[in-house]
């Protein structure tokens, strides 16, 4: 699907930004701000903003969340370019960066429980003498030294910066149980689309670091980042953990529109005569302003959302 003829593709531009969502129930609010947000930035300078569904953790998705995600997308105006990728067809990929890994000796197999690693606070650092788990993971062995402190400058919140050796530890690239963790997924296929630049919830940025450090392991290229606003309900607790965390309306569609672009900081009254989704979508991308995206959590308007999900 190509942009509509009012936001251009501009082929120079060099953008390529994403919307990535997990399928584990009906898109809420917040969802919808990193969805608005990153088509924002990507569209604003005429790049390509691709959409993924990381569906690589059957335990948790919900059965039909993925199509009802990408229908509200299209409720929305948020359409990608080029075909929908699904992480769960990208094993060969996935398995071709660990092999790649182990062979180099930058990864190694464990059998390390969670119980193994009580005592160190849950961080691995290396593998206990009897470990007692049954199954093997396969985890990025973090060096212990200045190699795993990683600094970064994220475009909403700044200089960010992290000892993954001391504050996580060695990290699982492969679940004991065969899942391809979340870390190396997104590292494999944000490269492999050519994304330039990660925008998406701050929810993320603690996991940063590390998908920098496995970046570096692989010989990839590291995007820019920047983490929008989390949306919190009365009591800040984040959405999606939230009571609150009630789906997004996709049969009126411009409340929502215009609650995150508030959200993000723009001024309300650029669409507050947009009649279609259409108009405002065209001229959000004309007026959209990055500066004044805010690093501060949004809280939550109950009235942009609906009791039922779709
Ligand atoms: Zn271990």
Redesign the pocket.
Known sequence: MQASSSQRLNPHSGYTGRFAPSPTGPLHLGSLLAAFGSWLMARSVGGRWLLRIEDIDPAREMPGAAAGQLDTLRAFGLEGDGPVVWQHAREELYRTAIASLLERGLAFS???SRS?LAHSGGI?R???PR?SGHAEAI?LRVPGDAAARVRFIDRVHGPIEQSVDAEVG?FVLKRADGCWAYQLAVVVDDAEQGVTEVVRGADLLDSTPRQILLQRALGLATPVYAHLPLVVDSEGRKLSKSLSALPIDPRDPLPALRWCWTALGQPPAVLADAGSVATLLTRAAAEFEFSSVTSEPQFADRQTTVESPV
């Open positions: 464990c059998r390390c193994d691995h290396a593998c206990v470990p985890r060695d």
